[in-house]
DNA sequence: AAGAGTGTCAACCGCTACTAG
DNA sequence: CCTAGTAGCGGTTGACACTCT
């Protein structure tokens, strides 16, 4: 562990001295989240003292957003968060805290991290460049129609799946759902009538993006997931670790969850008994066959179809039509 | 089995914006 | 206004995990 002082604005030589970098240890970890279950956040730098953390403040907010807050969704990200986080890139560029404001549980960090592994990789092994309108083209009109059919696939084959477990009463994640009647047209974006060149994203249901987007989204496939989350201290949450919980502190209920979490103004629009039947759809599970992994989007296999797409753009690019 | 290569993501850095005194 | 402290953002790094040979 790094533990070489920090040359920092502030004063305290002593301090600074004692600054610790590099990954958190599960006590630092307990003495922040006891600190702010009592005193609540803000204030990083006396926070960091108080709470006894050889840390510098940005680095205490740094780990309580990005890791230790109640909310935080850890996992992969979901086809459809695939699907809104090209959506609001398309529109906002790098705006990482702007982005993550509308993919609930999920930190900037997070999406930047999603869209340099995953999008710019892609994009390097197309030898395109991410900024290019290319780029953006084949995001727009090959990216986004793919996921959407792929949310469409998995969700129908959900629905058969739920259908058939309904009948076999086993103990897969799948049947667990099975009391619900999953609605395959969920999401029901106008694919049939999409063609290469033509705006799409007609939508049939309410869903939108931010700003009234044409692009249909729809929120957290997995609500399941999204509350047991495999949260880095489930049993602190939980009330059942640390000396100094205090029941009557609100650290059980994550607090970003209020009764209208869903109702995102102009985001998510759907009601709430609609998502918690989506919500026992798992995106990641094979439904007869039909696989949907988070990374399929960006299988290598599909790369000749990525650049056909780049090269008839271009093309059309150069000669002002196909 | 082991080393090299690659991917992932937590954490850090530098910078800017905001605010209070 | 000016300054110091704080918060937040986006870019970058590095450690670790995983995969391939």
């Not at 730098?45 to 990005?66: E, H, I, M, P, V």
Request: glycine share 6%; charged share 20%.
């Amino acid at each position: 562990m790094d533990e070489k002082g920090r040359n920092l604005n502030n004063n305290n030589m002593e301090d600074e001295m004692d600054l610790k970098r590099g990954p958190w240890t599960a006590e630092e970890d307990f003495k922040l989240m006891n600190y702010i279950a009592t005193h609540g956040e803000g204030r990083w730098n006396s926070l960091s003292r108080c709470a006894g953390l050889q840390r510098t403040g940005k680095s205490c907010r740094l780990r309580w957003l990005n890791y230790l807050r109640p909310d935080v969704r850890r996992g992969n990200i979901t086809l459809e968060e695939q699907l809104l986080i090209l959506e609001l890139h398309s529109r906002w560029g790098n705006r990482w805290s702007k982005i993550a404001q509308y993919l609930p549980g999920r930190t900037d960090n997070e999406i930047k991290n999603y869209w340099r592994t995953r999008v710019q990789k892609h994009a390097k092994q197309l030898k395109c460049d991410v900024n290019s309108q290319q780029f953006k083209d084949t995001m727009k009109y090959l990216w986004m129609p793919r996921l959407v059919e792929r949310i469409q696939s998995a969700s129908a084959a959900a629905t058969v799946a739920t259908t058939t477990n309904t009948t076999t009463t086993t103990g897969s994640a799948a049947t667990s759902s099975s009391n619900t009647t999953s609605n395959n047209q969920f999401m029901t974006y106008d694919y049939n009538n999409n063609s290469l060149g033509q705006q799409f994203g007609v939508v049939n249901n309410e869903y939108s993006t931010p700003e009234n987007s044409n692009v249909a989204v729809s929120p957290m496939s997995d609500l399941t997931e999204y509350y047991s989350a495999p949260n880095p201290y489930p049993e602190y949450y939980s009330g059942q670790v640390g000396n100094s919980y205090h029941p009557d502190q609100d650290l059980v209920v994550p607090q970003m969850l209020p009764d209208n979490y869903y109702d995102y103004p102009g985001l998510l629009d759907e009601d709430l008994p609609g998502m918690q039947e989506q919500s026992n759809l798992n995106w990641f599970e094979d439904f007869n066959g039909v696989t949907s992994s988070s990374d399929s989007l960006w299988n290598i296999g599909e790369s000749n179809e990525d650049l056909w797409f780049l090269q008839t753009q271009q093309q059309f690019n150069n000669n002002g039509n196909f």
